[in-house]
Structure formats: structure tokens, C-alpha cells
């Protein structure tokens, strides 16, 4: 024994988090409205229509959640994902503990930061659980953590990780819950997979905002690693697997980026097309998997003539996924700030997002 004392590591796991209860739905929708990276219109007006739109979307949103038990599953989730990536980091030098900001629900940044702070931290990782970067999840949840972490004077070293849409973990992780949708399935035949991502504006992407194109980074990669992995006797790659990348969740009247994830779902109605549906922008269960693909769009499957339905379930605790976190966290330490790679479409996310005061 040296006697010498092990560094706190404090990881930060960022997510939007979702209601706890029926109460808490319209406060919930009212923080997520109020975001001036989800409505960028100056306050008064942001908060105004924030209140309009939270207390017209309630009684739908109560409705969705109830079906979950009346709130989301996201915070109970992310916390195994925290256990199981303090196991993964474990060593000798250092006590590695995680810490969940949620972006529009408790727990907040502000107590993660004052959680950590309590604990003694005496380095941060910021580790947001969006593989790919946007400005409205990413960037949003690491500027509202500098204000917490300010806010609560928890000035110790900190480094971010930004994006990981091809992280050899994340995409390991899909391929192997993919392959074992396919093996239930009897084969790719007949079979299309739609990759399903939260949707965004178009006008947001037309702005510079890298998600899609790393969205669809993370589908080729996923594809390409399931043709690595596919059995001998099964000829499968990018050429003869049938898929595509669409888009759920559309609200509002703006035009969003497409194809839409119903549109294909009747598309292969239409077409004869049994479906595989991987929830590729999505690593917890919450209201968009279990109830937004699993209930409304497996009802709008049946409806469309679609044979059979399966949807992959999101990453969870997926060893290689929680692996492929550890790898991140390793890799943010040694960096001076930021862990950003660039991806293939030339977008750099620290720059597009001009996150570099992020310390």
C-alpha cells in the first residue's frame, strides 16, 4: 500500500429524460418546449408558447405514459447503465461513479452537479447517451451543464465526449441484437429493416446540424458489421440485405427530414415486405420504442398488410455497448477537452457547434 488516494472520477450521463409520474408529464413537455434549442424564438415568447403547447400536448402525452405504468422507464435505465459502466471502468487507480443530468426532467443537471461536487470529484467526464451529435440533444445538454457546474462552483477538470456514431461498441451492439432479430425471423428473406431515428426539422439540418448524416453513418456501419458477422452459409451484406434509414416521431407543421418511419412501414404493407425495426438514434427503452414503434406503428403494420413485425430492442446494458462506453470515457481522459471525431460527411461537431468553451 502507498497510501496514495485514488482519483474520483465523475461521469456524467446526459439523456432527456421523461416524466416520473402523470403530474409531471406537463412540466415535463413545458421544460422541453422552453428549450431555446428545440423552439429558437426569443422569451417572452419561447415561454409562452411553451406553456400553450405543454398544456394542449398533455392530456395526449398522460395518455402515451400511462400505458408505461404513468411515467418513463429512461431514468431507472440509464442507472443500470451507469452500474454496469462503473464495473467496466473499474481499476486500481481510480473510483469511477456516474451521475445522470437529465436534460428536461429530475434528475437535472443541477443535481448531478451537486452530487458530484458532494462526492468529491476530482475529474468529470461529460458522456452524453446520443451516439449521433445534434444541437438540440448534445449541445443542449452540455450547455445547460455548464451552467449547473458553474452554478454549483464544481471547478475540477472536465473533458466531453461528443459523438460516437460509429463507435465500435455501439455498432458491435446493434449488429448482434440485429442478427438475433434475423435469426428469429428465419433469415433476411422477405425482410426489410428500417432503421428508425428520432426525426428532426429539415430546417435544423439545413443550419449545419450533423445528426442525420451521422445517423446514417451509424446504419452503414451497423450493416456492414452484421455482413462481418453473419454466418457462413449466409450470404448477407449492404447489396443484399433490404434496408433503410427513415424517421419517427414528427410534430408540429414544420417539413421534417424523411423518409418518415409510417410512410415506409405502409410502403411495405404495400410491397408484401415483412419489417425488422432498430431503433438506431435510441440506446434506453422509453415512450418512442415502447410505444411510439412497439404499439402505434406495430397497430399501423398490422393495419397496412405488413407479415410480420419485429422490432429490435434498444441497447440497454448490451455488454459490447456499455464496453464501447468505457472506451469513450478511457479516451475523453486522455484528451484536452473534447473526444470529436469527424465523420465522412466533413462535419466536425465541436466547430459546427461552437462547444469549445466546454472545459
Not at 52 to 78: N, Q, W
Request: net charge negative; glycine share 8%; aromatic share 8%.
Amino acid at each position: 500500500m502507498n497510501g496514495k488516494a485514488k482519483k474520483k472520477i465523475a461521469i456524467i450521463l446526459f439523456n432527456l429524460g421523461g416524466p416520473d409520474g402523470p403530474d409531471a408529464v406537463q412540466p415535463f413537455l413545458f421544460n422541453l418546449f422552453n428549450d431555446p434549442a428545440i423552439i429558437s424564438v426569443p422569451n417572452p415568447m419561447r415561454w409562452l408558447l411553451a406553456k400553450f403547447v405543454s398544456k394542449r400536448r398533455a392530456p395526449v402525452a398522460r395518455d402515451i405514459y400511462a400505458e408505461l405504468g404513468g411515467g418513463s422507464p429512461l431514468v431507472p435505465l440509464t442507472k443500470a447503465q451507469g452500474s454496469a459502466l462503473e464495473v467496466a471502468l473499474a481499476d486500481s487507480e481510480s473510483d469511477y461513479r456516474c451521475f445522470l443530468a437529465m436534460r428536461y426532467w429530475h434528475p437535472f443537471a443541477d443535481e448531478a452537479a451537486a452530487a458530484a461536487k458532494a462526492w468529491g470529484a476530482t475529474e468529470l467526464v461529460l458522456l452524453p447517451l446520443y451516439p449521433q451529435y445534434s444541437t438540440t440533444t448534445t449541445e443542449s445538454s452540455l450547455r445547460d451543464w455548464e451552467r449547473a457546474a458553474a452554478k454549483a462552483g464544481l471547478a475540477v477538470p472536465a473533458r466531453s465526449v461528443c459523438c460516437y456514431p460509429t463507435e465500435e461498441g455501439f455498432v458491435e451492439g446493434y449488429a448482434a441484437l440485429l442478427q438475433a432479430a434475423i435469426e428469429k425471423a428465419g433469415g433476411h428473406e422477405g425482410f426489410r429493416v428500417l432503421f428508425s431515428a428520432h426525426g428532426l426539422p429539415k430546417k435544423v439540418i439545413e443550419k449545419g446540424d450533423p445528426y442525420q448524416a451521422q445517423v446514417e453513418q451509424s446504419c452503414a456501419a451497423i450493416v456492414a458489421k452484421l455482413a462481418l458477422a453473419a454466418p457462413a452459409n449466409e450470404e448477407l451484406d449492404g447489396e443484399n440485405l433490404d434496408w433503410v434509414t427513415c424517421y419517427q416521431s414528427r410534430v408540429g407543421p414544420l417539413e421534417w427530414i424523411g423518409p418518415s418511419t409510417d410512410d415506409e412501414i405502409r410502403r411495405a404493407g404495400a410491397e408484401g415486405k415483412s419489417l425488422i425495426v432498430l431503433p438506431v438514434a435510441f440506446v434506453s427503452e422509453h415512450s418512442e420504442t415502447l410505444v411510439e414503434l412497439d404499439k402505434e406503428y406495430g397497430h399501423l403494420a398490422k393495419e397496412s398488410g405488413v407479415p410480420v413485425y419485429i422490432r429490435v430492442p434498444a441497447l440497454g446494458t448490451e455488454p459490447h455497448f456499455i464496453e464501447g462506453l468505457a472506451r469513450l470515457v478511457r479516451a475523453a481522459r486522455a484528451q484536452e477537452t473534447i473526444l470529436c471525431p469527424e465523420d465522412a460527411a466533413g462535419h466536425i461537431c465541436t466547430k459546427d457547434a461552437g462547444l469549445k468553451t466546454i472545459r
